[in-house]
């Protein structure tokens, strides 16, 4: 029997396809099919993407296996899951499943594998299933270049708290108008709103980017002049992700460092009237210089992060929420 590489536990975190998400609403494959066909949909997309996804676990299981204890997790048990401070943690895409995972770790490294580079962008994702063979290696061996990424952290005056990898939205479960009172240094305003992003650095090619796409168009369209964004420096590369060179680049083409030590936020669709104000609806929040947030939501207000809403925060009437750079930073494998 081959000695084991090492005695840290590697954890692999998976999630189920969406042909696993039909099965479980629907009993069996065969219904499902029905179900999706009856739309006029192309069933077999399903079971290509669930046959490649599987064949890529499996693949993965057995390369890591080869090196160490494995322990497969799936990505509904991740929010419970306590991490050990030596664990090296691979994640098996898409893209999502990275930032999900991050913000519940503390200073392990993450590897993020593309199980279907075909479908997946993979921005989280830099290598395949094949590559695992030698990244868990350099891992192991700290040869690896680790790069930081800076989270956000909403935490409210009872206590509980959440963080955020990509961005974190501040409002109403049903995304219909939300009341709230914004504070940033020493201005304040009353407002409704569909709710207020937070993003980080690593988001900002996200959330953020299509609410600043969609407010230049309407401007530039209104005053029949191309608007260029006031906040261009947003996506200018403060430096490359892994270390290259600096560039010159477009606002579409760029992005904000993942390790960039501030936030921004947006307030989505303000709405002024005689008691509320659209004063204060973009700005950058520093270290030392937090967003703060009083809700006057008297039922379904919700913090949550990273697009997921079954994992939030209660945020009714007089819950305050402080908005700041993470005590802690997120550490990918490059």
């Known amino acids: 029997m081959n000695q ?14 969406r042909l696993e998400d039909l099965v479980v609403r ?18 077999s997309d399903y ?55 991050l913000k519940y770790t503390e200073s392990q490294p993450l590897i993020g594998v593309n199980p279907d580079p075909h479908r997946w962008d993979g921005v989280l994702l830099p290598f395949s299933v094949r ?30 708290y959440l963080y955020g990898v990509n961005d974190l939205f501040v409002g109403r479960r049903t995304h219909v108008s939300a009341r709230y009172e914004l504070k940033l240094n020493e201005a304040a305003e009353q407002q409704s709103s569909s709710g207020v992003i937070i993003s980080t650095g690593l988001g900002s090619t996200g959330w953020l980017k299509s609410v600043l796409a969609g407010a230049a168009g309407i401007v530039s369209r209104a005053t029949h002049q191309p608007l260029k964004l006031a906040v261009e420096d947003i996506h200018r590369k403060e430096h490359e992700p892994t270390g290259g060179h ?54 379904e207000g919700v913090i949550f992060s990273d697009g997921i809403e079954s994992d939030y925060l209660e ?8 908005i700041r750079l993470a005590d802690k930073k997120g550490r990918l494998v490059v």
Do not use: C
């Open 246 to 299: 600096r560039e010159a680049e477009s606002a579409d083409q760029a992005r904000a460092a993942w390790d960039s030590r501030h936030l921004y936020f947006t307030v989505r669709e303000p709405f002024p009237s005689r008691t509320t104000a659209a004063n204060l609806v973009f700005g950058r929040i520093e270290e030392g210089s937090p967003l703060r947030i009083v809700s006057q939501m008297p039922e």
């Open 131 to 160: 590559d695992l063979k030698l990244i868990i290696r350099d891992v192991i061996y700290a040869r690896r270049t680790i790069q930081e990424v800076t989270l956000a952290k909403a935490e409210l005056n009872d206590g509980q």
């Open 47 to 101: 079971t290509r993407e669930d046959r490649v996804y599987r064949e890529a676990l499996a693949e993965a299981a057995g390369l890591l296996s080869d090196v160490g204890r494995v322990q497969i997790l799936d990505r509904d048990h991740v929010p419970n899951f306590i991490f050990g401070e030596q664990d090296i943690i691979v994640v098996l895409g898409p893209d999502g499943l990275v930032a999900n995972t």
């Open 4 to 17: 084991p590489l090492t005695e840290r536990k590697i954890v692999l975190i998976k999630r189920r396809t």
């Open 26 to 43: 629907y009993n069996t494959v065969q219904q499902a099919e029905f179900y999706i066909e009856r739309l006029g949909a192309d069933f």
């Open 315 to 322: 945020f009714n009437s007089g819950v305050e929420a402080v």
